[in-house]
């Protein structure tokens, strides 16, 4: 197949744009084309925009940042007049938004053009994308394996060339894993970096919305685009917004980067770590200084997590009540048990089990050792990265402790699938920022060549920095440049 448009980056694109050489009208109808010819086999698109889409490439102004550049956007943040359905069946075919996110605003404002809504597990509850209560999603790289999650299309579409780039959102690990899995990369902001007005919450004090793209580049320009305060959500913070791409300088000599012996344990796939450790050293080649750092409340860190997420959860989804939001049975007898036909048949396995957890941590004679424990540990886990920080720039680890894993192998057992995002869960209780970057492949049980990530973590609000490592890591690599070749 002849390369498309498809598969080249935002920057690139630009470069194209200006010298005259194509069309914002050229690169919609690449993308539509290679949804159409590749997305069949992969399942990352629940819909496509295409009339819409190509009359705002007709009029897309191309000296915006992000002018005629078409961006897939996971199906839990709202995009004015496109269904939103959160990977649900309980919102499927009901809802349209009624009105854009405020990530949705700012893109649209750059020139940016959103295409199409890409699948998640349900209500970003997930780390394969298999929880989706509309369909699978598969791996570019390996069509036996799941693609990540829960921002399992929007990784898929920007590795498969069916997307420029994407919009996710990570709670736990949602953006960077995905994108490790599928060999792109994957920026999750600092809490408060980026507004949430807009995105469907899950659990609304680790939710952070960030772009999946190709390069660091790339993702710091989404980034210029998207963060910064918003009077729609009071939990975005008031900090100037600096000029992300003018930090990717390729100077990471005299960084100090440290290296978390928790995160290094047995457990972790030997080529992941291979790959990972080799990744370390080309930062240590290129001048950053390596050091060894503790992080020593991180064996709490998912059981914190699936306290605090899933209490936050059955908070946020008491909405879903068929009678504000969400699909209906014809015939209750009655209102209780309007709710309760609605919501049983309405939500899948993992959202049920996640509610009743949820509400079990916050009823009454369970919260104090339960919910506010939590509270309190969350609170330990915060500060050991305050610690570290003082001694170091960014943390550097596997983005997860395995490859891609096989469609089905983890879906009867919940807990094996919950430590998928054991190395990334700890920076959402803690705020702060992190990256994942392609850095080495390793190989599936089927001789299928299987992407690994590197991940960077950086303090809150220092994405500068981790955009820097990353993008530097990048400059001196072709990791991210490998595509897959199926189809
Ligand atoms: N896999 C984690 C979970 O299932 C994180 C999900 C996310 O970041 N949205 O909760």
């Known amino acids: 197949m002849s390369p498309s448009l498809a598969d080249l980056t935002i920057r690139q694109l630009q470069s194209e ?46 000296s915006k940042p992000l002018g005629g550049i078409p961006v897939s956007i996971k199906d839990l943040i709202n995009v004015k007049g496109q269904p939103c359905s959160c990977g649900s069946r309980i919102l499927k075919d009901s809802y349209t938004s009624t009105y854009d996110a405020t990530v949705i605003k700012k893109l649209k404002e750059a020139g940016a053009i959103p295409l199409g809504r890409v699948n998640m597990d349900e209500f970003a509850m ?19 394996s799941i693609p990540g999650g829960s921002s399992g299309g929007s990784a898929a579409s920007v590795s498969n ?17 995905p994108a490790s899995f599928c060999g792109t990369v994957g920026l999750k902001p600092s809490y408060g970096r980026v507004s949430r007005y807009g995105l469907v919450a899950f659990a609304s004090s680790l939710d952070q919305i960030g772009p999946i793209t190709k390069t660091s580049e790339d993702a710091a320009i989404i980034l210029n685009t998207i963060a910064g305060k918003d009077q729609h959500d009071s939990t975005s913070l008031d900090s100037e917004v600096p000029d992300y791409l003018q930090s990717l300088n390729g100077e990471i000599k005299g ?38 750092i503790s992080l020593p409340h991180t064996e709490y860190a998912v059981s914190t997590y699936y306290i605090i997420a899933t209490a936050e959860a059955s908070a ?11 699909n209906r049975v014809s015939d209750p007898t009655n209102i209780i048990e309007h709710y309760r036909k609605s919501r049983a048949q309405g939500f899948g396995e993992e959202v049920k ?6 509400t079990y941590v916050l009823s009454s004679g369970y919260s104090d050792a339960y ?70 492949f390793t190989t599936s049980d089927n001789g299928k060549k299987l992407p690994v990530g590197l991940q960077l973590l950086g303090p809150a609000l220092q994405e500068a920095t981790v955009l820097k490592i990353s993008d530097a890591f990048e400059k001196s690599t072709d990791w991210h440049k490998q595509r897959p070749k199926q189809i």
């Open 316 to 326: 946020n989804l008491a909405r879903f009540d068929a009678v504000r939001y969400g």
């Open 161 to 177: 060339g069916t997307a420029i780039a994407s919009l996710g959102s990570d709670t736990g690990g949602s953006i960077r894993q």
């Open 255 to 292: 960084l100090r980067i440290g290296m978390p012996k928790e995160y290094f344990t047995e457990g972790i796939d030997s080529g992941v770590l291979s790959s990972v450790q080799q990744g370390i050293q080309t930062l240590n080649d290129l001048g950053a200084e390596i050091v060894d």
């Open 17 to 62: 744009l200006k010298a005259g050489n194509i069309s914002p009208v050229d690169i919609v109808n690449d993308v539509i084309k290679s949804i159409e010819d590749k997305d069949s086999e992969v399942g990352a698109y629940l819909s496509i925009n295409s009339e819409d889409a190509i009359t705002n490439a007709k009029e897309a102004d191309i």
């Open 371 to 440: 919910y506010v424990k939590a509270q309190k540990v969350r609170t330990l886990i915060r500060n050991d990265f305050t610690e570290a920080f003082t001694k170091v720039d960014a943390i550097v680890s596997p983005t997860a402790p395995t490859p891609a894993f096989k469609i089905g192998e983890m879906s009867n057992d919940p807990l094996q699938m919950y430590l998928a995002d054991i190395f990334t869960i700890a920076a959402n209780l803690a705020g702060i920022c992190g990256i994942s970057t392609p850095c080495g």
């Open 353 to 358: 089990r996640r509610i009743i957890l949820g």
């Open 126 to 144: 997930g780390s394969s994308t298999e929880n989706s209560g509309i369909q699978i999603t598969k791996n570019p790289w390996d069509f036996e």
